[in-house]
Each structure stands twice: as structure tokens, then as C-alpha cells.
């Protein structure tokens, strides 16, 4: 059982920065970042592979957000978001699986094993 640990979340204007980190207890060949927005379904942000490394993206946050492995310690993901905006408030959860995942199939929830609590965000106008 694989623990996932996120932290970084806090309360940014609009056009901000935020780097959130997630820290897992052990391998994942998938690591991605969802959120989900009180009353919404949770939705896929980004995605990186262990090996590659291979990265997805949702549109909503192309060019403005950016998944990394730390690369002294590759259990450890990075989400860094700038341009922030209101729309982009959310629960952020760091979730990840032993199975490789591909553009068709990486932004769906039921894809992954293991989840981690959750670091919330919220951007104000």
C-alpha cells in the first residue's frame, strides 16, 4: 500500500503562484493531479510517468501549470500553477498506480490505486 502525502495548498489572488507537492511512500509508475470543486465531479489536471518521463495535461491548464519529479527523490511530485484564477479553487488530490496509462484513459479517477487527503486551494478575485 503506497501512502501519498500532499501538501502546499493555501489561498492566492488571481494571476498567483502556487507549488504543490506530493510525497509518496513508495513507487508509482503514474502519478497525477486532480481536483475537485464543491458540487463538480472531480477532473483530471496532469499526469507524469515514472519512466520518460511521459506528461499529460489538461487543456484548462496548458501553459499555466506544470507537473515535475523531484530529481533527487522520485517518489516526490510537483505541481507548480501559475496564472492562477477563481475557476481554479479546488480540492487538489495526488493519486497514483502500478499501471501505465495513456492520453485516452490517464484523467479518469477509477484509473488509480492509491489517493492522498487532499491540500485545498482557493483563488480570489
Known amino acids: 500500500q503506497v501512502q501519498l502525502v500532499e501538501s502546499g495548498g493555501g489561498s492566492v489572488h488571481a494571476g498567483g503562484s502556487l507549488r504543490l507537492s506530493c510525497a509518496a511512500s513508495?513507487?508509482?509508475?503514474?502519478t497525477a493531479w486532480f481536483r475537485q470543486a464543491p458540487g463538480k465531479e472531480r477532473e483530471g489536471v496532469a499526469s507524469?510517468?515514472?519512466?520518460?518521463?511521459?506528461?499529460?495535461y489538461a487543456d484548462f491548464v496548458k501553459g499555466r501549470f506544470t507537473i515535475s519529479r523531484d530529481n533527487g527523490n522520485k517518489n516526490t511530485v510537483y505541481l507548480q500553477m501559475n496564472s492562477l484564477k477563481p475557476e481554479d479553487t479546488a480540492m487538489y488530490y495526488c493519486?497514483?498506480?502500478?499501471?501505465?496509462?495513456?492520453?485516452?484513459?490517464?484523467?479518469?479517477?477509477?484509473?488509480?490505486?492509491?489517493w492522498g487527503q487532499g491540500t485545498q486551494v482557493t483563488v480570489s478575485s
Open positions: 493519486a497514483g498506480n502500478l499501471r501505465r496509462l495513456y492520453d485516452s484513459n490517464w484523467a479518469i479517477p477509477s484509473e488509480y490505486n492509491y
Open positions: 513508495g513507487y508509482t509508475l503514474q
Open positions: 507524469i510517468s515514472y519512466i520518460g518521463p511521459i506528461i499529460y
